[in-house]
């Protein structure tokens, strides 16, 4: 029998890499996939602190590959900055969420997540929650 997709799990593990992206390269993980700032494409030009992907491979007008750094700023650097910064963060995605998540589906397992996951059955869906 094929294992259904956990809404939740991926709802968790989406949380975890944004809370990653964030502390790390100072945009949400949706921003830094496409590059985006405030809805517009704004790879490389966006600031020294704030790093996206299409930035880091050199996609875009007046990109360089591994991104645009400011002064004496390196790839490296900005990343290590960032991390230094919002260390606290980074930490609480990465360990925290997952705990406070597994704690929260085990009080709310009979009174919410079972009724749901009956009602997704019934749906024909190949998901739970």
């Known amino acids: 029998m094929k294992k259904k997709t956990n809404l939740l799990d991926v709802g968790i593990s989406l949380a975890v890499a944004n809370g990653i992206s964030q502390g790390l390269f100072g945009s949400n993980i949706m921003d830094f996939m496409t590059g985006q700032k405030d809805g517009k494409y704004a790879a490389g030009g966006d600031g020294s602190f704030r ?3 299409p930035e880091m491979l050199g996609i875009g007008e007046n990109v360089n590959f591994g991104g645009n750094f400011g002064g004496s700023h390196t790839l490296s650097s900005v990343v ?6 919002n260390s606290g963060s980074i930490m609480f995605s990465a360990i925290g969420l997952p705990i ?6 085990k009080l709310l397992r009979k009174p919410v ?3 749901a996951n009956k009602l ?3 749906t024909g869906l ?3 929650v």
């Open 126 to 128: 190949d998901v739970k």
């Open 100 to 105: 406070v998540a597994k704690a929260a589906k």
């Open 51 to 53: 790093l996206t992907l």
């Open 120 to 122: 997704l059955k019934m």
């Open 80 to 85: 290590i900055r960032n991390f230094k910064a």
């Open 113 to 115: 997540l079972s009724p």
